[in-house]
């Protein structure tokens, strides 16, 4: 009989299968420590779901099958009145960057998502950074396919970020519960991510890290792009990139991205939203590994098996899209935003008729 994997080989585990990076997992570990500092008894498991870095199904696979502990659940939160100009009703969810509550902006009386940097984390240089990045990154743009910002601050010691209040699952949420998608609603949102990238790249902003878990779809089926923590500004030198390291999410990292081009431009962002599509229409992704390394040489190197021979319904259309934008020459993929949502509208005709 197998022993039950601790909380220490979790990490292990999941850092061997690409599912998390090592960032991630300190992320991962400073949760936890600020849980428990709060009286709480989170483990990792529980704490890469809370972060959105897992999913139960990942956890359950890493535990041998055994269901993970849920999330916990917070009572009436303290930070009511943490944030000047705003009162925090309750908590929406976590990221690697802080936690998100649902709270009213006083001056304008409407409720919006504010996103809270971590106390213990207010003190660590990289991710104040990396946090302010983000707010500025969203703060540049105003599209209807990206989550507006509202506001930016420090507050009594903690740092905040103000955002539009988007009512609706992730892609990545809609995947869990449902499987592959329709390849009706694949292609839509496709292009409404299109639209927000380019958008962003035509205000000097590439994202980086394009994937199920940063796109969100309201109740009216409007996919919004979230998330600017990793973007990179196309006219500035200073950047959160260090030669060698992937600034992306393992599973939708684009090639260039893993051999540490510093060079990079908006056919990174096609490239990882082939990634998501693939796993809209599929249910899979293109390429799975038992490490992130073993990932990376896939994405550097292997063809990925056709989206068709795993879900025969995706058109030929479809299918030589998907696989265009997964090519790993930058150049072979789409050259502008308006060449590929040409692409995707030209498919759309063709299924209407």
Known sequence: MSSTPTATSIEKIVLEKGWATKEQVRAAAKYQAQKKAAGEDVTMSQALVALGILTEVQIRRALG???????????????????????????????????????????????????????????DEDFIERFVIEAR????????????????????????????LVEGPTIQQLIQRRGATTEKFALDVAKQVCRGLKHAYLHGLIHRDIKPGNIMVTTEKIAKICDFGLARDLESDLTLTKPGTVQSSPAYASPEQVRGKQDIDHRTDMYSLGVTLYEMLTGERPFQ???????????????????????????DATTALVLRLLRKDPKKRFETYDQLIEAIESIEKTQKK
């Not at 992130?292 to 879900?311: G, R």
């Open 137 to 164: 990154s969203a703060g540049k743009v105003f599209h209807e396919n990206i989550v507006a910002a509202v506001d930016i601050g420090e507050s009594n010691g903690r740092y905040f970020y103000a955002m539009e």
């Open 289 to 315: 590994a038992e490490n992130a390394s073993a990932l990376f040489v896939k994405h550097a190197t292997e063809t990925p098996t056709s989206p068709q021979e795993i879900n025969p319904e995706i058109s």
């Open 65 to 123: 099958g055994r269901k993970a502990p849920p999330p916990p659940r917070d009572g009436p939160h303290p930070l009511a009145t943490a944030v000047k100009g705003y009162t925090i009703l309750k908590q929406l969810g976590s990221g690697g960057m802080g936690d998100v509550y649902l709270a009213k902006q006083i001056s304008l009386d409407r409720f919006v998502a504010v996103k809270i940097l971590p106390a213990h984390l207010a003190k």
